[in-house]
């Protein structure tokens, strides 16, 4: 045994049978409700650790359908205590039950503690479980308070198509903020920073994208390098807001903290939306730690390899993954899930290796269990949800294919864009598919652009100044030999790998810079900015920075005057977004693009540079790296929110990914009398001049640069 010290409860402390819902640790005003699930427990025992480390076991005799249940009178917020589950041992049969073990229960609603690596977290004996005591070196689930003022807190509800997201890390979006306290920086109290809520209003975003907030675990392996789980992908805690971005206190601090920036964030109009990871836990595969679930009731929560209980069928590429099919399962995603939004107060989830989720059995199962749940929950269907639609399991590519409630991150919009603007051949006709919402992948399903979530850069990868800075990865500080992370980034340096003072070099990457963010921001769907982007954030050419918890990760906000400056430009497109219905339409263009005369204009005409209408053949040449299209604002043909018809300016969007200015002929008269230039990606500023160009004339459109140029809609005349 450990230092230690374990009793039994005390003769005279009450302990009532209490309830087997809600699952978790429930505190009522006058004492708290223990209930923990285990199909395959034979005994449980409740362990409470007071400030010195010293425990009170309580067992757990009430168990009403599998779940194990109590209610102590005395107990309230601040408790800490786990759970020791006495059962079988059986590895070939999928069981690994161990009561040496003291477990996270995972329900809990705040952690305290972390994991330190300690020998008695595995299970490494040759002869059979382990007889290590892992007290001490486990973290422990905390009672909590649910109580809260959120006084008049509504949810900003944000129109899908009005949308911008902003994904963003806790700790490196304010870890470095000069405005920002010393003690709030990297923590929640930080991120409701005035300065910080300031700048998210000034760029126009809509909705924060928080990486995982989920507790998750420290790496061993990680550590030993002298690094850190940096991104958080390693949930171990679905219900509890992670205890090391809290600035005031682990013992159930961190959740009012949590509750505080989310009431910030919804007062500035700002939505929240959570980066969630239920396909697996940070207890990896059997030679992983045994934290919670492992230890509860393995067979129930894991998927297993069929014929091989002992190893753990693995889509995810982290050693483990939830089994989707078993009820309690998915009651954990569905009761977390309705917590974050009834409880918090979040608008939305971005569902990690989402593809996993729908793998009732092996394969990918667009109705799975799920999906269905989903569906019809009365809480969870009316939020966002995003989903990273693949894993890394057969068939688990799923871009497009998931329901109607759905919206997904584009891979492929992401993939094409960096294509063009590198100028790869053969890459035009599918660039005009993502410009335009990515119909081909969505309409099928009788999905809109709301469907596709467009994003060039996202924390797994290059930012958006390195996307322009290097070739190749460079991730040795990571410790893998630079093997880690993508090898084809579709990146392009500009001509010099690396930091250059070359003034010629550093003019093309702010214009590549620019001409992403303003594809992004006047493409068709919902746009996503990685943090830092706006500001030119480097990470030295690091694109798997997932253990870089330091500068190499973290925002720096001494910007230089080229930084400033793509921030205001970013800040000036995402305002031309919002202030035009055409640009982030509803409902995808019909299509109908050949005109005729006397006819209106159509919705949308896409024109090669000498001003025809594209044929077949321009669209297959592999030299096509220039395009116009005509964005009709008199046409929209749909309804705004409120089901008034809308009726906006109409756009010519010249796109030239060419190594050499091209000439553009404007069209006719047809199309517009004169135009005015609200975007040029050639020109530094956040707009050009205001020179107006007569239909029919030539403009030269600069290399690798795009023009945005305008009329008033012609209801208005």
């Known amino acids: 045994m450990t230092a230690k010290r374990r009793r039994r409860s005390k003769a005279g402390v009450p302990v009532w049978s209490g309830h087997p819902y ?92 972390q994991v330190d690596n300690h020998a008695s977290l595995f ?36 129109p899908y198509a009005d949308s911008v997201i902003y994904e963003a890390h806790v700790r490196g979006l304010t870890r470095n903020h000069p405005d920002v306290p010393p003690e709030l920086r990297g923590t929640y109290a930080g991120l409701a920073h005035p300065a910080v809520v300031e700048h998210l209003k000034n760029l126009g975003v809509t909705a924060v994208e928080l990486m995982p907030v989920h507790q998750y675990v ?66 990896g595969n059997e030679k992983g730690p045994t934290l919670s679930f492992r230890g509860i009731d393995n067979a129930s ?67 799975s269990a799920f999906f269905d749940l989903i569906q019809q929950d009365p809480v969870i269907s009316r939020v966002k949800l995003i ?21 997904e991150w584009n891979g492929k919009y992401r993939d094409t864009v960096r294509d063009f603007w590198r100028t790869e051949p053969h890459t035009l006709g599918e660039f005009a598919s993502r410009l335009t919402g990515s119909s081909d992948l969505y309409q099928h399903s009788r999905r809109r652009p709301r469907a596709s979530v467009n994003f060039v850069t996202a924390h797994d990868g290059f930012t958006l100044r390195d996307l322009v800075s290097y070739n190749d990865k460079h991730n040795e500080a990571n410790g893998e030999g ?29 214009r590549q810079q620019r001409n992403f963010l303003a594809t992004l921001l006047l493409s068709q769907g919902i746009p996503m900015l990685s943090h830092g982007d706006e500001l030119g954030r480097t990470q030295g050419g690091n694109n798997n920075a997932y253990c870089q918890d330091n500068e190499v990760s973290w925002i720096s906000w001494e910007l230089t005057a080229e930084q400033r400056e793509l921030c205001e430009f970013a800040r000036h497109v995402i305002g031309l977004r919002a202030a035009h219905p055409v640009l982030r339409r509803r409902r995808f263009f019909r299509g109908d693009t050949p005109t005729h005369a006397g006819q209106p204009l159509p919705d949308l005409v896409w024109l090669a540079p ?64 004169r135009w005015t230039a609200l975007l040029d990606t050639a020109v530094l500023g956040d707009a050009p001049d205001e020179t107006e160009h007569k239909a029919g004339t030539a403009m030269s459109v600069e290399a690798r640069s795009l023009v945005l140029l305008t009329r008033p809609a012609r209801t208005a005349d």
């Open 22 to 113: 809600p699952l978790g640790a429930a505190f009522d005003g006058k004492g708290t409700n223990f209930a923990l699930f285990s199909e395959v427990a034979e005994h449980v025992e409740l362990v409470l650790v007071d400030d010195q480390g010293d425990e009170r076991c309580v067992p757990v005799t009430e168990v009403d359908g599998f779940v194990w249940h109590c209610h102590l009178p005395d107990v309230g917020p601040g408790q800490r205590y786990g759970y020791r589950v006495h059962g079988p041992w059986h590895p070939d049969l999928g069981h690994r039950c161990n009561p040496a073990k003291l477990l996270l229960d995972p329900y809990t609603r705040a952690v305290d503690g």
């Open 123 to 158: 299970e490494r004996s040759p002869s059979g479980r382990s007889r290590s005591d892992s007290a001490g070196h486990t973290m422990l689930g905390v009672v909590t308070d649910p109580a809260f003022d959120w006084g008049d807190d509504s949810p900003p509800r944000q």
């Open 218 to 283: 420290q790496d061993g392996v990680l550590q030993s390098r002298g690094l850190s789980n940096y991104w958080g992908y390693n949930t171990i805690g679905f219900f509890a807001p992670h205890n090391a971005y809290a600035a005031h206190g682990t013992r159930g601090q961190q959740v009012t903290e949590f509750k505080s920036m989310v009431k910030a964030l919804h007062a500035a109009g700002l939505e929240v939306i959570l980066d969630v990871v239920y396909n697996h836990t940070a207890e």
């Open 301 to 367: 929560y894991y998927r297993l390899v069929d014929g091989d209980w002992r190893h753990y069928y693995d889509t995810t590429g982290t050693g483990n993954s939830l089994l989707m099919r078993h009820p309690y399962v998915l009651q954990l995603i569905m009761d977390s899930l309705r917590y974050w939004v009834t409880e918090m107060h979040v608008d939305g989830f971005r569902f990690d290796l989402a593809a996993t989720l729908a793998r009732q059995f092996h394969e990918v199962d667009r109705l």
């Open 387 to 407: 989903a990273e639609p693949w894993d890394v399991g057969e068939g688990g590519y799923q871009v497009g294919n998931f329901p109607p409630l759905w919206s």
């Open 482 to 510: 630079n093997r880690d992370g993508e090898s084809d980034n579709r990146s392009w340096n500009c001509g010099v790998e690396g930091e250059t003072d070359d003034p010629g070099v550093r003019e093309l990457r702010g």
């Open 610 to 673: 000498d001003a025809r209408e594209m044929t077949e053949e321009d669209w297959q040449r592999p030299d096509a790296h220039s395009v116009g299209v005509f964005l009709n604002g008199d046409a929209i043909a749909e309804p705004d929110a409120c089901g008034r018809p809308v009726v906006d300016d109409s756009f010519l969007l010249l796109l030239n990914s060419y190594w050499e200015p091209v000439e553009f002929r404007l069209p006719d008269v047809t199309y517009g009398e």
